[in-house]
């Protein structure tokens, strides 16, 4: 009897963890006024490539469900969004801890801007 209170309140207590490291399915929601073709989430300030790319679109004002769980120590994610004419959007310092929706919007996001570097020959 002992051990199986114990054992039920570690299955709880990992239940509660889980829960709180942002694991699971979000919702992509593009409220941004234009078709997006892809994104990439990235903790804030990560220089070191560890974002997660997801080429699906996103049609206005539809929604997506992905799996993606978030690092448990960090709360503030950047979104980049690619429209269908290639322009990206960048939306900083998104707060995924303790929330299921990415809503994608142009009014909060910086539009990146393109440089041209010609081939030298």
């Given at each position: ?34 078709n ?33 769980t ?52």
């Amino acid at each position: 009897m002992k051990q199986t209170l114990i054992s039920g309140v570690i299955v709880l207590f990992l239940m509660a963890f889980i829960g709180f490291t942002g694991a699971g399915n979000y919702s992509v929601i593009n409220k941004s006024g234009v078709n997006i073709t892809s994104f990439k989430i990235t903790p804030t300030g990560d220089n070191t490539g560890t974002s997660v790319s997801f080429s699906r679109s996103v049609a206005k004002d539809q929604s997506i469900s992905i799996d993606f769980t978030a690092n448990g120590e960090v709360c503030e994610y950047d979104v980049r969004f690619t429209d269908e004419q290639g322009r990206e959007y960048l939306m900083s310092g998104v707060n995924l801890c303790g929330s299921s929706e990415i809503i994608l919007v142009t009014s909060k996001a910086d539009e990146v801007p393109q440089i041209y570097a010609p081939h030298s020959k």
